[in-house]
Protein backbone atom coordinates (compact mmCIF):
# COMPACT_ATOMS: atom_id res chain seq x y z
CA UNK A 1 0.00 0.00 0.00
CA UNK A 2 2.97 2.12 0.46
CA UNK A 3 3.93 2.07 -2.96
CA UNK A 4 0.50 3.25 -4.51
CA UNK A 5 1.04 6.01 -2.10
CA UNK A 6 4.79 7.17 -3.04
CA UNK A 7 3.51 6.71 -6.71
CA UNK A 8 0.73 9.41 -6.01
CA UNK A 9 3.20 11.67 -4.65
CA UNK A 10 5.66 11.07 -7.90
CA UNK A 11 3.52 13.29 -9.78
CA UNK A 12 5.06 16.64 -7.89
CA UNK A 13 8.11 15.52 -9.44
CA UNK A 14 6.52 15.08 -12.97
CA UNK A 15 6.65 10.93 -12.90
CA UNK A 16 2.83 10.74 -13.52
CA UNK A 17 0.09 8.58 -12.75
CA UNK A 18 -3.19 8.94 -10.60
CA UNK A 19 -1.14 11.44 -8.98
CA UNK A 20 -1.57 14.10 -11.42
CA UNK A 21 -5.06 14.37 -11.59
CA UNK A 22 -4.51 14.65 -7.36
CA UNK A 23 -2.01 17.77 -7.81
CA UNK A 24 -4.35 19.31 -10.72
CA UNK A 25 -7.03 18.91 -8.80
CA UNK A 26 -5.51 20.59 -5.81
CA UNK A 27 -4.17 23.64 -7.86
CA UNK A 28 -7.49 24.47 -9.02
CA UNK A 29 -9.65 23.56 -6.32
CA UNK A 30 -11.92 20.65 -8.76
CA UNK A 31 -13.08 18.37 -6.41
CA UNK A 32 -14.34 16.26 -9.14
CA UNK A 33 -10.56 16.14 -10.41
CA UNK A 34 -9.12 15.64 -7.71
CA UNK A 35 -11.33 12.32 -6.61
CA UNK A 36 -10.61 11.37 -9.90
CA UNK A 37 -7.55 10.72 -9.22
CA UNK A 38 -7.88 9.80 -5.31
CA UNK A 39 -10.11 7.14 -5.52
CA UNK A 40 -8.41 4.87 -8.13
CA UNK A 41 -5.25 5.33 -5.80
CA UNK A 42 -7.05 4.42 -2.92
CA UNK A 43 -9.10 1.26 -4.79
CA UNK A 44 -5.82 0.23 -6.50
CA UNK A 45 -4.27 0.15 -2.74
CA UNK A 46 -7.05 -1.66 -1.37
CA UNK A 47 -7.20 -4.43 -4.06
CA UNK A 48 -3.18 -4.89 -3.72
CA UNK A 49 -3.57 -4.95 0.18
CA UNK A 50 -6.41 -7.88 -0.75
CA UNK A 51 -3.82 -9.42 -2.78
CA UNK A 52 -0.71 -9.65 -0.68
CA UNK A 53 -3.53 -10.48 2.58
CA UNK A 54 -4.92 -13.63 0.28
CA UNK A 55 -1.26 -14.87 -1.32
CA UNK A 56 -0.38 -14.80 2.59
CA UNK A 57 -2.70 -17.04 3.53
CA UNK A 58 -2.57 -19.32 0.61
CA UNK A 59 1.14 -19.60 1.27
CA UNK A 60 1.78 -19.67 4.91
CA UNK A 61 0.94 -23.26 6.22
CA UNK A 62 -2.15 -23.12 9.19
CA UNK A 63 0.47 -24.33 11.75
CA UNK A 64 2.38 -21.43 11.20
CA UNK A 65 -0.02 -18.57 11.76
CA UNK A 66 -0.11 -16.57 14.75
CA UNK A 67 -3.25 -17.40 16.85
CA UNK A 68 -3.90 -13.55 15.83
CA UNK A 69 -3.89 -14.59 12.67
CA UNK A 70 -6.37 -16.87 13.19
CA UNK A 71 -8.81 -15.43 15.15
CA UNK A 72 -9.21 -12.85 12.19
CA UNK A 73 -6.60 -10.28 14.22
CA UNK A 74 -8.47 -10.68 17.57
CA UNK A 75 -5.20 -11.87 19.00
Not at 6 to 22: L, P
Not at 49 to 75: H, I, K, M, S
Amino acid sequence: MINVGTATIAAFIGAGGYGERIVAGLAVDDNALLLAGAVPAALLAIAIEAGFAFTERWLVPQGLRTAATRNGGQG
